[in-house]
C-alpha cells in the first residue's frame, strides 16, 4: 500500500464512503455519477485500489471500503468539513460556496493544519450543512435521519441535514429557513401535485419532494426527539 494517497484516491474513498460503502460493496455507476466520471475508468481505478489494500471490490459486489481505506476516507472527510466550518465562521463565506472551495483545500492542508483548524473551531462536531465531523482519532455520530419528502401532514421536523453540492438550492433553502437546526411542521402534502405545505419559523413554505431533496432531519415527539 502506497503511504500517501494521492488525491484521486482520496476522492474515491470519499465517495465510496459516502455512498455507503462501509458496510456493502458500492456499485461502480454510483461511484462514476458521485464523482463525474465515465464508468470505464472507474473500473480500472477500483481494481487499483483493491490491488493496494484501500477497498475490497468484485464486479458482482461493487467496492468496499477496507480497515485502511475506512481511515483515510474519514481523515478525508474531516478535513473537508473543517474546512468548510472554517471558511464560513471566520472567512465569512456563504455556507453554498465552501464545498467547491473545501474540495481543493483538504488534499492541500497538513495534519498539523488540520489540528489547528480545530483547536481554534473548538473540536467542533458539525459542519455548517451539519453534516457530522469525525473526530481526530476516527470517530463520527451515527444518526438515523429520514429525508424531508418522507414525512407528512401532523409530523414536526428538526432539521439536522442539507446536502452540500448544489449552490442554488442551499441559497433557496437558506432564505426559506430551511437549514440545520430549524423546526418544520408539516402542514399538508397534494400527493397529485406533489406539493409540500410546511411552516417553518412562523412563515408558510411550499416546495415539491424536489425542493426538499437533500434535506434530512429527525421527528420531534411529545417526549423529545426520535
Not at 156 to 172: C, F, G, I, S
Not at 210 to 226: A, D, Q
Request: charge should be negative.
Amino acid at each position: 500500500m502506497a503511504d500517501k494517497p494521492t488525491p484521486a484516491v482520496q476522492d474515491y474513498l470519499k465517495a465510496i464512503h459516502q455512498l455507503g460503502g462501509t458496510d456493502e460493496g458500492v456499485a461502480s455507476g454510483k461511484i462514476a455519477t458521485a464523482l463525474g466520471v465515465k464508468a470505464p475508468s472507474v473500473t480500472g481505478m477500483l481494481k487499483r485500489l483493491a490491488d493496494a489494500g484501500w477497498i475490497e471490490y468484485t464486479s458482482g459486489t461493487g467496492a468496499k471500503l477496507s480497515a485502511a481505506g475506512l481511515v483515510e476516507a474519514l481523515r478525508v472527510i474531516r478535513r473537508h468539513r473543517l474546512v468548510e466550518l472554517f471558511l464560513t465562521q471566520v472567512l465569512k463565506l456563504d455556507w453554498s460556496e465552501v464545498d467547491t472551495e473545501a474540495e481543493a483545500l483538504e488534499h492541500a492542508i497538513s495534519p498539523r493544519l488540520e489540528q489547528a483548524i480545530s483547536d481554534y473551531l473548538g473540536e467542533p462536531h458539525e459542519d455548517p450543512h451539519g453534516h457530522p465531523i469525525p473526530s481526530r482519532t476516527g470517530e463520527m455520530k451515527s444518526r438515523n435521519l429520514k429525508r424531508l419528502s418522507e414525512f407528512r401532514a401532523g409530523d414536526t421536523v428538526v432539521v439536522r441535514e442539507a446536502q452540500d453540492d448544489n449552490p442554488d438550492r442551499l441559497r433557496h433553502w437558506s432564505a426559506q429557513g430551511l437549514t440545520p437546526g430549524a423546526r418544520v411542521r408539516v402542514l399538508s402534502y397534494q400527493e397529485l401535485d406533489d406539493l409540500f405545505e410546511v411552516e417553518v419559523d412562523g412563515k408558510l413554505v411550499r416546495l415539491g419532494s424536489e425542493g426538499l431533496n437533500g434535506l434530512r432531519g429527525e421527528l420531534v415527539t411529545s417526549s423529545g426527539m426520535k
